[in-house]
């Protein structure tokens, strides 16, 4: 078997009269290094086959914090999953584009996982669009939510923004982008149920755009009900236009985005694997050919087995 690379490369070599801390310093270097080359080779002596390319495509935003948060997202999921490709790609006004990102991959294998919330018309019709234009055979991974990982992401951001479990008379307004298709109001009301169960408080939906009610409306009804404080928890996955208008409305406090939240890398992962767990052949898209991905259950609220986010 030959090495793919030198066992002494550039970080074990040292300047000239510089010394090692010690030679367990040393042979913890080598020894990390000999993992690195046994993990590509199998019990018989055969490369391991590389795992396919988790693409993780965001939507892109004029925001430069918006890109900076979700390139962390990506160094998360690489920390979560040694050895897993991951790339980035978007949908628009960002770089890299899916299709380069997609071009570049070849004909290898990918999945596509969604930095969406819910289902729409860039999940159904976008990404799948661009998948079956390029070489790479791939499947399309299900969005996001509902998940009950994204309600411990959004439970967390509320607690730092403020909320207190017990507070009386107290209502949350779960502020999402908002899309004509009502899968998406579909999806997105699953996940102001679930939040209400773990708060114990009621949630509305509410939608920066194309839907209703607005944030506004959606705090005047919860006060009419009595709720003598209304959050806001931010249903965004990033900073951005949308997520800064919804916290302007809060009458009361505002959660941030998601961001990096662990749950969120952990939630990637468990749609990677679930998409390439899925037997069902058309959940593959070739060349030109699209096939409708073949999605799960929606609103399932199992958690993914520790595995998943190892």
Partial sequence: MTASKPLHDESTTLPHGAHLDSTAH???????????????????????PEPPTLVLVAHGSRDPRTLRTVTALVDRVRELRPGLPVRLGHIELNEPLLPDTLAALGTSEAVLVPLLLSR??????????????????????????????????????????GWRKGAEKTGVVLAAAGSRDPDAATDTGRTAQLLADRLGVPVIPAYASAAKPTVEEAVQTLTARGCRRVAVASYFTAPGYFATQCAEAAPWIASAPLGTHPAMARLVLHRYDEALTTQDERTYVRGAGLHQSAAPPRGATSHPQPALAS
């Fill in 26 to 48: 040393l042979m913890n270097r080598i020894t990390s290094q000999l993992a690195d080359q046994l993990s590509l080779v199998s019990r018989d002596g055969r490369r391991r």
């Fill in 120 to 161: 729409g018309y860039h999940v159904k019709r976008d990404i799948p669009d661009m998948a079956a234009a390029a070489p790479a055979r791939t499947r399309v991974a299900t969005a996001l939510g509902p998940h009950p990982l994204l309600v411990d992401a959004l439970h967390d951001r509320l607690t730092e923004a």
